[in-house]
């Protein structure tokens, strides 16, 4: 009979996407607030993948990601999610921005060999967590990178997000390798 063990701690990444600097900055602030310090954040760059958002959201989205500096436990993955979908929410509420959807959170788990993102959208791939929340393995660790899938977005398809993403599986790593030097202490 297998052992069962609890999961390892991951990183919480959440990518911000808005076409006002303005909602991103402070999606930044509750995104602290809620989930602890942000310790890395990438350059923005612009979000041209997909039509999908442009009737709730407009044209010109910019987006960005924020690692989180606390690891999470995975299991935490579809509050995080209901909690970035009331942010969300919260700007849209506030009025100050014509667009019903001025703001997009999508967290995601970075751990040593994948990286998952949490969606209300259920397709074939995807594993239903709860309260309408599913998960996706979005990219794959292998060989010293990451690798998409055929479902992969194609901006996380990017080699500069894929590095972005690679870059902080490193810190992620050594904050595991501290952890375990710091509990035989």
Known sequence: MAD??????????VAAFSRYEEAIAWSVGRLSAEFGPIAHTSPPYD??????????MGHGLRKQFFVHESLVDPARLADIKRRTIAMEQE??????????RPLNLDPGLLGLGKFILATTK???????LRDG???EVTL???DGEFHAWPWTYRDYQEPFVREFLRTAR??????????ESDADD
């Not at 997909?50 to 709730?56: G, I, S, V």
């Not at 700007?91 to 019903?100: H, L, N, Q, T, W």
């Open 4 to 13: 069962r063990r609890p999961p390892t701690a991951v990183l919480l990444i």
């Open 170 to 179: 490193d810190v992620y790593r050594q904050r595991l390798v501290q952890r």
């Open 140 to 142: 794959r660790f292998q």
């Open 91 to 100: 700007v849209a509420d506030s009025g100050r921005f014509p667009e019903a």
């Open 47 to 56: 979000f041209h993948y997909t039509d999908y958002y442009q009737a709730t």
């Open 122 to 128: 259920d397709q074939a791939h995807r594993i239903y």
């Open 133 to 135: 929340i599913f998960a």
